[in-house]
């Protein structure tokens, strides 16, 4: 009998539950199978609208994760020293009562004193708000050192961005360029569309020093220099410029191309828009809309009188042979000098001459329709002042011979031959094989089109541009790409996500003051409009921790979790009683300058003996590196033991085509398990927390607990505004309302009856074009995702950041102190331009002062940094020294290679080296260079090197890798472990032989003259310059 | 490969004992009064309990011993079963010649069983060997010289430990004296021959196959591993990733030659010309030694040194490589 | 048996996309997971949390790098730059291995040009192709190991199998996994407790690791039906066998990378001529192409 135990038909389990992936913030469907109550198998939910039934590595072994020896189990009270890994378990009402003493004198006496930070929170719709209760402003999650580059730029451009706000249509693309991915928070969904790509045979384009994952199957890799994102994407400006290759219609019709800028140096409305008695922009228009001149078509536009149809591209663009070849022949190259104002011979573009008021022009409301706007040219207002449309003054930035292809090649490592095809696809893929379809739609000002047209270019980028101190700058620039090439929410492009687009910027500040029951105004982030909104006392100093929101960081809309730590420890800008962290790996790869960063959470005040940062609690599931170093541990549960919700007020999971919403509920119950675990939903914890600090909103008229029943009763009772809940998915009393409607108590059975999720589509009207789309609008608004149908404009040069440049010039209300005037003007320019990274521009200073100590402590061990750390953060007191004084001018010869780090798609930062299998594909990291660049440093594949920094050196393990750009170096990030966290046996290779780039990586940046230190962060936004590092390497004998 | 020692110990000591097995049944094949009954009996059980001894050892190589039997099953295509079976079959000559050398026979019986028990012993060497040269997934041993070595080798230990067998057992005439010497030594200059050869075409020999036929990339270009399935070792890795220094491996092929040849050549020389019974037993004694330890550490080169094309997969990916 | 059956007319197999496939490991995890706790599991783990862990997997994902310096030209692979290739200036270090360089310069001008190298990453995800002809079958003295009369695939019996390894030994493509845990032959069964289960819906019966992967890279179905999905992919797209001089006639097959283009989607555009095309910026200002456009919004 061949096989007499085969079983065809055996079922998985005997219970299948759905709810939501936790292994990564995809948050992807899945269905949970159990077999005698134990995990038998966890597959993807076909039906989920994120990831269709796919799952990632990640996610298939969450049973792993979910089962892991790691596991923190029972309240943990330190009885050691901070680091040394000593406690007692204490029961939860020990804990909890413990944690309100601390927090209750807080909030009685200031409380600001409570650092209240959230990491890879998933729940920041709870947390924040909780923290706006509590009435702190020091409250943030991770994007301020993730991607807020990202964010910010998108948002003070776009009303959306790239990260999960928004993406590629996967659908329609015909060309899509990618910019530093590795794997994205969209893991599942960018690999289903890049799967759907492949299908339809559209080129990938992978700008990316690195060429693995999504870089490997792309049709053309380009290896570019860390950092210079900027001058390619600014050299393809160009040339787009150059050969007038650019979609004008679309410009002045979405964006703010044509708005009338005031020229007036020196004088306060200097940079910013002309706009009349309303407050309303101003523009120039043709008196006449017919062709004065003879003018020919360009690109995007028709030969036909363009006004006469009014509206998005009335006129499809020349489609390939209708004269496309020749217009693409002939670009602008071919154009005849004008009669009218013949210009001397210049290599820096000059501007046209002056055209007269009355010469057919007037100044008009910039928003007006029906208007035939001018977008260049020096016009005089009615005012006497001179104003010139915002799309000169780009036009000139980018023709500068500074970002010419020839210019930036060596400065970027792509050959100007290159960049110029690349200009030259993008521009004949967006305007010669334009789509269309056939899709009446109602544009924002009422009027009605038949069809859709697309630029089937779409762009998408992530740390690779963001983690760099030229970040914000440079990922503006790309979404001017975008709309030069007509490309913002057009089919075939880049697409907004629901609940996105919004205003440009969100219309939501950052709360500043607090209301007579100690709450805050306003949610601790949001969007600074203007230098009013900063949190900044009278002198200018931050008010924040982080200094988010400061001078120094003025636009930090996520936080800076990064500086936190640090800040706290130096008491700068002050001191802080209690620092609260929720599953935020502070203590290791969440951290730059890891070493001292452990030695500050642990170091005391010489005067009083005390601990220099009072009480630190921690919420964590697993054994972290950042346990040891809590006072107070709240053990959380695990993803398959709780109820969640991936609310639209956090961060959202829709997709272009559906907004959408979902929860988690618990599939497995700690208590059941066997294994003794007393462990409680930290989101339950936090809401009990707060009942017993009697915070607004938590607790009842009689001061009882609002919220007994805990997170799930939270998720369903609570309104943001009335209405308007956590969950936007069957609210009203019976069900019946989505988006804003009366609580639903059955809100939850009926998540759970749907796949745990809910969707919304976008009418097939709003699909595109959302910004300007009353189909979208309207839709939106009836959810409560805007709060007006108006035109979303969008920003291609931002009034808002010349505000606070003129600021810095001395104008307005609010200034910048003294020494923070010239980093403000500098970076706070209304147009993106690109500048050397930060460190890289800075005097670099060679100071062995962490690398020498470690040196000889950690001689002999795998990496230097952390072994010396355990004895530095447990015993030795630790107490930087001053640095000496720099070396000038010597980064670039003395650390010539870039040092970055990426996600591997099988882990997820440090969480996946206690997963059994997770850890068999890599339990240890290697640092990867060219062969050339490793010949070079005589280093041969799987030698042993040492990796320099002006900060400090590990030492690793090298392989060769031909798909790295010579001059960079790069390793997987976060698989080096501190010995002993996450529970693994001695000598795992994560604690001998894996490493952590972060421990050369500073915190700070380099001295400026007065001493003073920067975090080593980006100047606009405060997010963190993880990419900016600048290493050298030599070969080191095996440890 | 890697060299498990319950598989080298295996093929070295049953390949003696089946040589030995060989010898004794052409013996007696030719001339049944060939030894004393003792001699017989005692060269018999020599012989068998090599044998045995050797596929008990094999049996702990097993994962799941107790199913040992199961092995009898596919005779029909695998190489590994029929050798289990032949073993199990030369048991029956092995019996029947026992029985009758017991009984004091001469006749045909003797002569019949001798003849099964020579054949069958040929026959489970050479299924031992032809486990090894069927697999085309490894090419030192996928080859026409692996099957002579076997057979080569089991006889070399078969003679030796008769010639040791006889000679401390008394027997002084010239058969211990000078033919049974002699055909060691013959034997052993055969087996370094063959040896010889097989290292050759170990050395010159190109792989059949490559990285880039192994992954089909060969079109694009020169195929090299960046990045295995995983940082440690797995199966695969341990048992057929196993790597060794050229320089060690010329080494130990010189030390196999000097014990599995020099030395019995050296020695049998000597062993022709003494005169004293016991310094021949010495000789012989020592000679077995050395043909043991000789063919267990060409057994281990053999091995050793073989490579597995999966090995491709994992090419430059290896920190031993 | 270990007697091979006839060829049956049916074929069931994976085909992998090498186009697509991003080296996540999904598909290797999916198999892990579902397989560990399944009727052919548990898959054993050998210290899972220490130094050395060792586990039995039945799908492993490789990462290769490919390099042709000629590649661009044979219009196959990676484009070449159309610079001259990357040039680094290769100087060796002037301190020893090992030593302190600290405090020397490097000489610069460090390299200011990383052009992109003619060079390919591939992920490479690898297990058992259920070939039609495989001596590991074959060579197994217990019929444990055997191949499936009516679709062709190769499963091991492990209540037969007495854990010899000689089946591993006789797989090129180092399909089949051991473990002294167990002590039985493991391997890749193409999901046979899936792909037929009635407990099922039918979606879900499709090997795990197909469900699993993201870019939707892998493709399972009857390659002995030549109208069959994945059939026609492997015509169209030239599928092709590993190690065909094994002689084992894989039932998987492998679709090669697709050739890069350098262009754009469509073939022969003149946007390359265009991007050559020198625009004279000196004889006036660009600017004033835009004075005369008639724009409306
Ligand atoms: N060199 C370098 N460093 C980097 C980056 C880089 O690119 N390069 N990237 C940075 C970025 S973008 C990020 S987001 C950070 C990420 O870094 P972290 O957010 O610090 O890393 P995680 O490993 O995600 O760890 C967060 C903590 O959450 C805990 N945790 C996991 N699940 C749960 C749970 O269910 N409940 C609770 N309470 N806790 C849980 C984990 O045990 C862990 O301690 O790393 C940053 N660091
Ligand atoms: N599997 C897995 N998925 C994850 C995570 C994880 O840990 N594991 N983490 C999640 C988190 S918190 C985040 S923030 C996201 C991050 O998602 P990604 O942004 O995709 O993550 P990184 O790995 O930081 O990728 C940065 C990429 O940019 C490239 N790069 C570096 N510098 C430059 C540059 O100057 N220019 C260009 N063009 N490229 C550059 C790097 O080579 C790398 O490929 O991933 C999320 N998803
Ligand atoms: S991408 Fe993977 S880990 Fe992240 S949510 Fe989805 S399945 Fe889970
Ligand atoms: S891949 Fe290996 S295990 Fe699978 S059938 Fe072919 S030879 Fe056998
Ligand atoms: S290990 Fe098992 S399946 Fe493989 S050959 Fe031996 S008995 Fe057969
Ligand atoms: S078909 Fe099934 S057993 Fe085979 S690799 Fe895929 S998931 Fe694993
Ligand atoms: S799941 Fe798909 S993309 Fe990922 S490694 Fe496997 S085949 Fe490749
Ligand atoms: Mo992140």
Redesign the pocket.
């Known amino acids: 009998m061949p096989h007499a135990n085969l079983k065809l038909d055996e079922p998985v389990g005997d219970e299948v539950k759905t709810t939501t992936c936790y292994m ?3 948050r992807c469907g899945i269905k949970v199978h159990l077999k005698n109550g134990r995990v038998r198998y966890i597959q993807g939910n076909a039906v989920h609208p994120v990831n269709k039934g796919v799952l ?3 996610g298939s072994a969450g049973i792993m994760q979910h089962y892991s020896p790691a596991r923190l189990s029972k309240p943990l009270l330190r009885v050691g020293e901070r680091g040394a890994g000593e406690f007692r378990e204490i029961e939860w009402d020990e804990a909890l009562a413990l944690a309100t003493r601390w927090l209750g004198d807080i909030r009685t006496s200031d409380p600001d004193r409570l650092a209240f930070f959230t990491g ?1 929170d998933q729940s920041q719709a709870l947390t924040g708000w909780w923290a706006q209760q509590f009435g702190t402003v020091n409250y943030a999650a ?1 994007g301020g050192f ?2 807020v580059n990202m964010a910010a730029a998108g948002m003070y451009t776009l009303g959306g961005s790239f990260w999960e706000f928004g993406e590629p249509d996967w659908d329609q693309t015909k060309y899509l360029l990618m ?7 969209d ?1 599942n969904p960018i690999k289903l569309g890049l799967g759907k790509l492949k299908g339809r045979g559209a080129k990938i384009v992978a ?4 060429r ?4 490997a199957i792309a049709d053309e890799w ?1 290896g ?6 900027g001058l ?1 994407i600014g050299a393809l400006i160009h040339e787009l410029l150059v050969h007038d290759h650019v979609d004008l219609d679309y410009l002045v019709k979405y964006t703010n191309a044509h708005y009338l800028v005031v020229r007036n140096p020196g004088g306060a409305d200097d940079g910013t828009f002309a706009r009349d008695a309303r407050g309303e922009p101003l523009c120039a228009a043709r008196s006449s809309p017919s062709p004065a001149r003879g003018g020919r078509p360009g690109w995007g536009q028709s030969r036909e009188d363009a006004s006469s149809q009014g509206g998005p591209h009335p006129n499809p663009p020349p489609r390939a042979g209708e004269g496309a070849q020749d217009a693409l022949a002939g670009g602008g190259g071919k154009e005849q000098p004008s009669a009218l104002s013949p210009q001397p011979s210049s290599k820096t573009p000059s501007p046209p001459n002056p055209p007269l008021e009355g010469e057919g022009f007037k100044v008009v409301p910039a928003d007006a329709v029906g208007i035939s706007p001018l977008v260049v040219g020096e016009f005089t207002l009615p005012d006497g002042r001179k104003a010139v449309p915002a799309f000169q003054l780009l036009a000139e930035r980018f023709l500068a011979d500074e970002y010419a292809s020839e210019t930036v090649a060596p400065q970027c490592g792509v050959d100007a031959a290159t960049v110029r095809r690349i200009a030259a696809e993008l521009a004949d893929v967006a305007f010669n094989q334009a789509i269309h379809i056939a899709q009446r739609w109602t544009d924002s000002h009422g009027r009605e089109h038949d069809e859709m047209i697309g630029r089937p270019v779409a762009m998408h ?8 101190s030229n970040g914000f700058h440079t990922c503006r620039m790309l979404h001017v790409l975008q709309m030069l090439l007509g490309a913002i929410d057009t089919p075939g492009s880049f697409r907004y996500q629901p609940p996105y687009p919004k205003a440009v910027p969100p219309a939501n500040r950052p709360g500043k003051s607090r209301k007579a029951n100690g709450a805050l105004d306003a949610a601790p982030l949001g969007y600074v409009h203007a230098p009013e909104d900063l949190l900044v006392d009278a002198a200018g100093t931050p008010r924040r921790i982080d200094k988010a929101f400061s001078w120094e960081f003025p636009l930090a809309a996520h936080g800076m979790l990064q500086s936190v730590i640090r800040n706290a420890w130096a008491g700068d800008p002050y001191r802080i009683d209690t620092l609260f962290l929720f599953m935020a790996n502070m203590g290791w790869n969440s951290a730059m300058n890891t070493t001292q960063t452990r030695a500050m959470l642990a170091e005391r005040d010489a005067a009083t003996g005390e601990y220099r940062i009072p009480h630190i609690i921690y919420a964590d599931a697993y054994w972290s590196e950042t346990v040891n170093f809590a006072d107070l541990v709240l053990p959380d549960t695990t993803y398959l033991e709780r109820h969640d919700c991936i609310s639209l007020l956090d961060r959202p999971i829709s997709d272009a085509d559906c907004a959408s919403d979902a929860i988690r509920q618990p599939v497995c119950d700690p208590d059941a398990d066997g294994t003794g675990r007393d462990v409680r939903p930290f989101q339950d914890v936090l809401i009990d927390l707060g009942a017993r600090l009697g915070l607004p909103g938590l607790t009842n008229e009689d001061g009882g607990a609002k919220y007994p029943g805990g997170y799930a009763q939270y998720i369903v009772e609570h309104e943001r505004a009335p209405g308007v809940g956590l969950l936007a998915g069957w609210r009203g009393r019976d069900g019946s309302r989505s988006g804003v409607g009366e609580p639903n108590p059955h809100q939850l059975d009926v998540y759970k009856a749907n796949n745990c999720y809910w969707h919304a589509p976008v009418p097939p009207a709003g699909r595109y074009y959302k910004m300007a789309n009353r189909n979208y609008l309207t839709w939106a608004k009836s959810l409560g995702f805007v709060g007006s149908t108006d035109a979303i404009v969008l920003e291609l040069y931002s009034e808002r950041l010349q505000t606070f440049r003129l600021a810095a010039q001395g104008h307005g209300a609010q200034q910048p102190p003294e020494r923070e005037r010239e980093r403000v003007a500098r970076y706070f320019d209304p147009l993106p331009f690109w500048y050397e990274c930060v460190e890289s521009e800075q005097p670099v200073f060679y100071s062995p002062l962490v690398g020498e100590s470690a040196r000889s402590a950690g001689e002999g061990a795998a990496h230097g940094i952390s072994q010396a750390s355990v004895a530095g953060e447990t015993t030795t007191p630790f107490s930087p020294s001053p640095r000496p004084s720099p070396l000038k001018g010597e980064g670039e010869e003395q650390f010539p290679l ?1 040092a ?10 440090a969480w ?1 080296s206690q997963n059994a299998w997770l850890r068999q594909i890599a339990t240890h990291n290697y640092l990867y260079l060219h062969p050339d660049t490793a010949a070079a440093h005589g280093v041969a594949d799987g030698n042993w090197v040492w990796v320099e920094s002006a900060h400090a050196r590990i030492r690793v393990p090298a392989r060769l890798h031909a798909g790295t750009a010579p001059g ?1 170096v ?1 390793t997987w ?2 698989i080096g472990k501190r010995k002993g966290a996450w529970k693994l046996a001695d000598g795992a290779r994560e604690y001998t032989k894996g490493f952590l780039l972060n421990h050369v990586i500073d915190d700070l940046l380099p001295a400026r003259e007065d001493g003073y230190r920067y975090a080593n962060a980006d100047p606009v936004t405060g997010q963190a310059a ?2 900016d590092l600048k290493v050298r390497i030599y070969a080191s004998a095996p440890p | 490969m890697y060299p498990a020692f319950s598989v080298l110990f295996f093929t070295t000591i049953s390949g003696c004992g089946y040589g030995l097995l060989f010898l004794l049944g052409l013996s007696l094949a030719a001339n049944p009064l060939l030894f004393v009954r003792n001699e017989s009996l005692l060269v018999l059980a020599a012989g068998t309990f090599f044998s045995a001894a050797g596929l008990t050892s094999s049996l702990l190589h097993l994962g799941q011993p107790q199913r040992a039997w199961r092995a009898l099953s596919q005779w029909r295509s695998s190489w590994l079963s029929r050798e289990g079976v032949a073993a199990l079959v030369s048991f029956v000559p092995v019996l029947a010649l026992a029985a009758a050398i017991w009984r004091g026979d001469s006749g045909a019986v003797v002569r019949v069983a001798a003849v099964a028990l020579a054949v069958m012993a040929v026959i489970t060497v050479c299924c031992t060997a032809k486990i090894y040269t069927s697999l085309k997934t490894i090419r030192a041993w996928h080859n026409g010289l692996v099957l002579p070595g076997y057979l080569a080798f089991a006889l070399l230990g078969g003679a030796a430990m008769l010639w040791m067998l006889l000679a401390a057992s008394g027997s002084d005439d010239a058969l211990v004296r000078a033919n049974l010497p002699a055909i060691v030594a013959i034997l052993a200059a055969a087996c370094a021959v063959i040896k010889r050869e097989y290292w050759r075409f170990v050395d010159t020999t190109p792989a059949g196959s490559s990285a880039e036929s192994a992954t089909g990339l060969g079109r694009f270009g020169t195929v090299r591993g960046v990045e295995a399935p995983h940082t440690e070792e797995n199966y695969l890795t341990n048992e057929m990733g196993f790597v060794l220094a050229r320089k060690h491996a010329a080494r130990l092929r010189v030390i196999a030659l000097v014990l599995f040849a020099l030395l019995p050549v050296a020695l049998v020389v000597p062993a022709m010309l003494l005169q004293s019974m016991a310094l021949v037993t010495l000789c012989a004694f020592v000679v077995v030694l050395g043909v043991i330890a000789g063919t267990f550490v060409e057994r281990w080169l053999f091995f050793a040194e073989a490579k597995h094309v999966v090995m491709l997969y994992y090419a430059g990916t290896r920190a031993q490589e | 048996m270990t007697m091979l059956p006839p060829p049956s007319p049916k074929k069931l197999g994976l085909v992998i996309d090498l186009d697509t496939c991003v080296g ?1 490991h999904a598909c290797a995890v999916a198999c892990k997971e579902w397989n560990d706790g399944g009727q052919f599991g548990p898959l054993p783990d050998e210290n899972p949390y220490g130094k050395e862990p060792l586990g039995v997997w039945f799908n492993r994902v490789h990462t290769y790098e490919v390099r042709d310096e000629g590649l661009g030209a044979r219009g196959q692979g990676e484009i070449k730059s159309s610079a001259s290739p990357a040039t680094f200036p290769v100087k060796p270090p002037k301190s020893a291995a090992g030593s302190d360089p600290r405090g020397r310069r490097f000489a610069g001008p460090w390299p200011l040009a990383p052009g992109p190298s003619p060079t390919m990453t591939i992920h490479f995800p690898r297990s058992c192709l259920h070939c039609e002809t495989p001596d590991c079958v074959t060579v197994c003295p217990t019929g444990a190991s055997y191949k499936r009369a009516e679709d062709g695939i190769v499963l091991v019996d492990e209540d037969k199998c007495i854990g010899c390894k000689l089946c591993s030994w006789a797989c090129p493509y180092g399909a089949r996994e051991y473990s002294e845990v167990r002590g039985v032959m493991q391997k890749c069964t193409l999901c046979v407790d899936r792909i037929y289960n009635d407990s099922f819906e039918e979606i879900d019966r499709q090997p795990a690791c197909v469900m699993a992967c993201p870019t939707r890279a892998r493709h399972f179905g009857d390659l002995g039906d030549p109208d069959s999905a994945v059939s026609k992919l492997v015509a169209e797209r030239g599928g092709y066998d590993l190690m065909p001089e094994m002689g084992y006639k894989p039932v998987n097959k492998y679709l090669p990378p697709r050739p890069r283009r350098d262009g754009c989607g469509r073939v022969g555009v003149a946007a390359s001529g265009a991007a050559e095309e020198k625009v004279d910026l000196s004889t006036a200002s660009p600017l004033l192409r835009w004075m005369d456009r008639i724009l409306s919004r």
């Open positions: 990564c913030a995809c990632c590595a990640k890879r991770h993730c991607s910019f530093g991915v590795a794997e994205d928070h893991s700008i990316n020093p690195v693995t994952g999504y870089a380009i570019i220099r860390p950092g210079t994102d390619f980028a992530m740390r690779g541009i963001s983690a760099h870039s970055i780090t990426q996600r591997p798609m099988f882990m997820y930062h996946g960079t790069w990030n976060a993880w990419f | 996540c």
